[in-house]
């Protein structure tokens, strides 16, 4: 079955940047959509962006121009780049393959405070 590890989560000023990684157990190439949730204080996942092996991408509005979703199939990975940070986008960020989802992983804990 397949699995997703998250990481590059940290504490990051407002206007701050982090890139997430989210790697997966198995080959990635097959993947067709992977797609990156932020999970708020009521574990609610609200997905902020999806890309496709077509290339096509998705963004939540309120991220657009900010985060780059991206993939390397050969490293089995899917990237959350984010640039300039809100307070309000603080959470657990988690990733997941779009059409088939697996079982959620940890996630990764984004923080933005001043």
């Known amino acids: 079955q397949e699995q997703f590890v998250e990481s590059g989560g940290g504490s990051v000023k407002p206007g701050g940047s982090l890139k997430l990684s989210c790697t997966a157990s198995?080959?990635?190439?097959?993947?067709?959509?992977m797609a990156w949730y932020r999970q708020g204080p009521q574990n609610q996942r609200n997905r902020v962006a999806s890309?496709?092996?077509?290339?096509?991408?998705h963004y939540a509005e309120s991220v657009k121009g900010r985060f780059t979703i991206s993939r390397d199939n050969a490293k089995r990975t899917s990237y959350l780049e984010m640039n300039n940070l809100k307070p309000e986008e603080k959470g657990v960020y988690c990733c997941?393959?779009?059409?088939?989802?697996?079982?959620w992983g940890q996630g990764t804990q984004v923080t933005v405070s001043s």
């Open positions: 997941n393959s779009l059409v088939i989802p697996a079982p």
């Open positions: 198995r080959s990635f190439d097959s993947i067709f959509s």
């Open positions: 890309d496709t092996t077509t290339g096509i991408t």
